[in-house]
């Protein structure tokens, strides 16, 4: 079960087109899991090595591992490793929104590789063939303007969409009009003691509204 629980229904209502997803973010693959049974295949993408191992030895056969960062570009970056694996990011300082709000330090800079959603795009369809992408859930801590931004295909005009947002609400926005979307569905974080700028987005094409 996934730690978001609340989270459920919107995945449900994306799986309903089928497809591949992309799990951006996948950390130790409970996600990548939830999705695996409602998708044809799951490219999982999660830079940090202490989460990557645990996702690559519980993923299903569906879900294939790419251990990289998702970014505007491709090349070489900087990961900032925290404590917990679950607020390691690019970003020097760890956005609102983590755990009880207190500081989330550095504890290691590692070198680790990055992909644009352009390129993962073309990971996917060398691992599951010409199964279109439907759906992508990112949860990138912080850095979710950045990753969207290296969406550029067409074919990310008409996927649906799950993004963790930190304190980059408007940064989001305006990817999501670049790409065409008019309409963003806020979701509240169920949890007393977040940011009230700590939330998630729900995003379809209009067409399937």
């Not at 030895?57 to 998702?70: D, Q």
């Not at 309409?183 to 509204?209: D, Q, R």
Request: aromatic letters at 8%.
């Amino acid at each position: 079960m996934i730690e978001e629980s609340w989270l459920i229904p919107y995945i449900e209502m994306a799986a309903t087109a089928g497809g591949i997803a992309l799990d951006i973010g996948a950390n130790t693959g409970s996600v990548s899991r939830l999705l695996a049974e409602k998708f044809e295949g799951v490219l999982a993408v999660e830079p940090d090595h202490r989460a990557f191992a645990e996702l690559q030895s519980s993923a299903p056969l569906t879900v294939f591992c790419h251990n990289a960062a998702a970014a505007a570009t491709n090349g070489a970056v900087e990961l900032l490793l925290r404590p917990s694996h679950l607020q390691s990011s690019l970003l020097e300082v760890h956005p609102i929104g983590a755990g009880d709000q207190s500081e989330a330090p550095v504890v290691e800079r590692r070198g680790v590789n990055a992909n644009t959603l352009d390129f993962l795009l073309f990971v996917a369809k060398q691992r599951f063939g010409d199964v279109p992408v439907t759906f992508v859930k990112i949860d990138v801590e912080g850095f979710e303007g950045e990753v969207l931004s290296g969406a550029t295909d067409p074919i990310f005009r008409g996927v649906r969409w799950l993004v963790e947002v930190h304190d980059r609400r408007v940064e989001v926005g305006e990817q999501f009009q670049r790409l065409g979307y008019q309409h963003i569905e806020l979701i509240k974080h169920p949890f007393p003691n977040v940011h009230p700028e700590h939330f998630w987005v729900y995003v379809e094409p209009e067409s399937a509204e």
